[in-house]
Nanobody, 124 residues
Framework: VQLVESGGGSVQAGGSLRLSCAAS????????MAWFRQVPGSVRAWVASVRRFGTLGVADSVKGRFTISRDAAKNTLYLQMNNLKPEDTAMYYCAARISRAFETCTAPDDADSWGQGTQVTVYS
C-alpha cells in the first residue's frame, strides 16, 4: 500500500485545515486507516482511525475538533481539523493496515504502511 498525504500548512490558532491521504495498491475499504502525529523527541501518537467496516475512533485530545472520514470511491482518507491549537503542531502521518476483519490501527506497530508525513503548524 502506498500512501501520500497532503493538506498541511501553517494556520493561526482557531483556524482549520483538512488533510488528505491518497492510497494506492490496495482498496481503502479493505484497510484500517489512521492518522498519527509526532513532534521531535516524542513517539508517534494516534489521532484518529477508521476500521475496515467503518468504526471510527478519535483521541480524547482532539475529540470534538477533528473528524476522520474515508471516501472509498476516491481511495482517500481525510482528517478535518477545526479550532486548531498550538499544541496540535506536529508532523502528521497517514498509516494503513491490511484488514481481513476487525483489526484496529491505533498503535504505530499496527501499521503495514506509512505516508511521508505532512507538517501542521499552528501559531498563536
Amino acid at each position: 500500500v502506498q500512501l501520500v498525504e497532503s493538506g498541511g500548512g501553517s494556520v493561526q490558532a482557531g483556524g482549520s485545515l483538512r488533510l488528505s491521504c491518497a492510497a494506492s495498491g490496495y482498496p481503502s475499504s479493505s484497510l484500517c486507516m489512521a492518522w498519527f502525529r509526532q513532534v521531535p523527541g516524542s513517539v508517534r501518537a494516534w489521532v484518529a482511525s477508521v476500521r475496515r467496516f467503518g468504526t471510527l475512533g478519535v483521541a480524547d485530545s482532539v475529540k470534538g475538533r477533528f473528524t476522520i472520514s474515508r471516501d472509498a470511491a476516491k481511495n482517500t482518507l481525510y482528517l478535518q481539523m477545526n479550532n486548531l491549537k498550538p499544541e496540535d503542531t506536529a508532523m502528521y502521518y497517514c498509516a494503513a493496515r491490511i484488514s481481513r476483519a476487525f483489526e484496529t490501527c491505533t498503535a504505530p506497530d499496527d501499521a503495514d504502511s506509512w505516508g511521508q508525513g505532512t507538517q501542521v503548524t499552528v501559531y498563536s
